[in-house]
């Protein structure tokens, strides 16, 4: 579901609570996806057939809470969002939990000149931070991943050339 979260995100720049045709095409060209589908989203969110996307529509769909959703795209709106630069890939991880933690992985990233020393400092900020068990794992290049953490804490993220892999597991 994190994913259709943030491609909403992604697509509703302006907080309008609705996608347009034109606006769902755009984005699937920047993220290289087929034109097939614009035509699956439409045929399975647009329930009214309007050519227009409604927040309540696409939430109903993927059981989502629309004002909850609708307060995460004003947030980003409103400059409250991610920092400039950083990219979201994926994760489960709260909108307000991506953003300090991206904000924490650029300061690692101004506080050393050697990128080996950054995934130290962003874990032990993290761990005095927010609690125990941070990992951080910094990818320069393609990569593929698989692991465990503790729900509703993972974050995949891209900033310049740079990939952070950041979760948290639990203490057990």
């Given at each position: 579901m994190e994913a259709f979260k943030e491609a909403w995100l992604a697509i509703d720049t302006q907080a309008k609570g609705q996608i347009s045709a034109q606006e769902?095409?755009?984005?699937?060209?920047?993220?290289?996806?087929?034109?097939?589908f614009v035509k699956k989203w439409l045929d399975l969110f647009?329930?009214?057939?309007?050519?227009?996307?409604?927040?309540?529509?696409y939430c109903d769909v993927l059981g989502l809470n629309h004002a909850q959703l609708m307060s995460e795209?004003?947030?980003?709106?409103?400059?409250?969002?991610l920092p400039?630069?950083?990219?979201?890939?994926?994760?489960?991880?709260?909108?307000?939990?991506?953003?300090?933690?991206?904000?924490?992985?650029?300061e690692g990233l101004r506080?050393?000149?050697n990128?080996?020393?950054?995934?130290?400092?962003i874990?032990?900020?993290?761990?005095?931070?927010?609690?125990?068990?941070?990992?951080?794992?910094?990818?320069?290049?393609q990569f593929w991943?698989?692991?465990?953490?503790?729900?509703?804490?993972?974050?995949?993220f891209r900033y310049e050339k740079y990939i952070f892999v950041i979760f948290k597991t639990p203490m057990s």
């Amino acid at each position: 579901m994190e994913a259709f979260k943030e491609a909403w995100l992604a697509i509703d720049t302006q907080a309008k609570g609705q996608i347009s045709a034109q606006e769902l095409t755009a984005y699937m060209k920047r993220q290289n996806y087929d034109d097939t589908f614009v035509k699956k989203w439409l045929d399975l969110f647009d329930k009214d057939k309007s050519g227009t996307i409604e927040i309540e529509e696409y939430c109903d769909v993927l059981g989502l809470n629309h004002a909850q959703l609708m307060s995460e795209v004003r947030v980003r709106v409103s400059g409250g969002g991610l920092p400039a630069g950083v990219v979201y890939i994926s994760g489960d991880m709260d909108l307000s939990w991506q953003i300090k933690l991206a904000q924490l992985s650029l300061e690692g990233l101004r506080s050393s000149a050697n990128l080996k020393d950054v995934p130290k400092y962003i874990k032990a900020q993290a761990d005095k931070l927010y609690g125990q068990l941070w990992h951080v794992v910094i990818v320069n290049g393609q990569f593929w991943c698989y692991y465990g953490h503790e729900p509703g804490y993972s974050f995949v993220f891209r900033y310049e050339k740079y990939i952070f892999v950041i979760f948290k597991t639990p203490m057990s």
